[in-house]
């Protein structure tokens, strides 16, 4: 089955301490990204990447870091999460970030909390 | 001032209605325009794209682009209450590659 997933789905953590969300798919695809979604706000980009070792920062990067060594996986680290990082993140990949962005496939959601 | 704006609602309809979600942008460079539905507790679907201005149609649903008016529109006939679900806009340029900007979504409910 085609698919996006995301580790863990749910966490809940406390500031300070270092943090991986994991980003796989299954697809082929080149292009790869990172929301958060916060009520009222909608969703933001944080991080994308058009391929292997080409990533370029979103709207809200800040506090956020990401690294693309293979096509499927996109991880998303959090160095030193804070309170503000609380939110619902979702990774999402797309067959063509150049031309065919639009299509992206989102994963389930990984919602986070950090205390 | 947001680059894209959308009415969150939430808007509440009985079954069988005529349903419009609009938004409104600023950046008039956006050439690409797509409607997502996100289910509860799911990850945004991909609905509707249309690229530049006018009309696209797929079963009930219709996408509207006008361009001049930086106004974009998503019209749902015989709604259904399995069209329960956030709307969202998003919206990119031509040459920004995979960076979408999105609405903040509007939530919609169809009552039997």
């Known amino acids: 089955e085609a698919q996006v997933t995301q580790n863990p789905r749910y966490l809940i953590t406390v500031t300070g301490k270092k943090l991986t969300v994991t980003c796989s798919q299954n697809m082929n695809h080149e292009y790869m990204s990172w929301y958060r979604q916060d009520p009222g706000l909608g969703l933001r980009q944080i991080y994308y990447?058009?391929?292997?070792?080409?990533?370029d920062k979103g709207d809200v990067p800040e506090g956020y870091k990401v690294s693309r060594k293979e096509k499927r996986n996109f991880p998303l680290i959090l160095e030193s999460p804070s309170p503000n990082q609380t939110s619902l993140y979702f990774c999402?990949?797309?067959?063509?970030?150049?031309?065919?962005?639009?299509?992206?496939?989102f994963g389930p959601g990984t919602r986070l909390t950090v205390t | 001032q947001k680059e894209v704006e959308q009415d969150p609602g939430p808007l509440s309809v009985p079954e069988g209605a005529i349903v419009s979600l609009n938004c409104t942008y600023s950046?008039?460079?956006?050439?690409?325009f797509m409607w997502y539905r996100q289910y509860s507790r799911k990850g945004p679907e991909l609905l509707m794209y249309?690229?530049?201005?006018g009309n696209k149609e797929d079963g009930r649903f219709t996408a509207q682009v006008d361009k001049s008016s930086k106004y974009i529109s998503l019209f749902i006939r015989d709604s259904q209450p399995s069209d329960s679900a956030t709307y969202l806009c998003?919206?990119?340029?031509?040459?920004?590659?995979?960076?979408?900007?999105f609405g903040q979504g509007t939530e919609l409910s169809v009552k039997p």
């Open positions: 249309t690229y530049s201005s």
């Open positions: 950046n008039s460079a956006f050439q690409y």
């Open positions: 990447s058009m391929n292997v070792e080409v990533t």
């Open positions: 998003a919206m990119r340029t031509r040459n920004q590659g995979g960076k979408l900007i």
């Open positions: 999402a990949s797309s067959p063509n970030g150049g031309t065919g962005g639009y299509e992206q496939y």
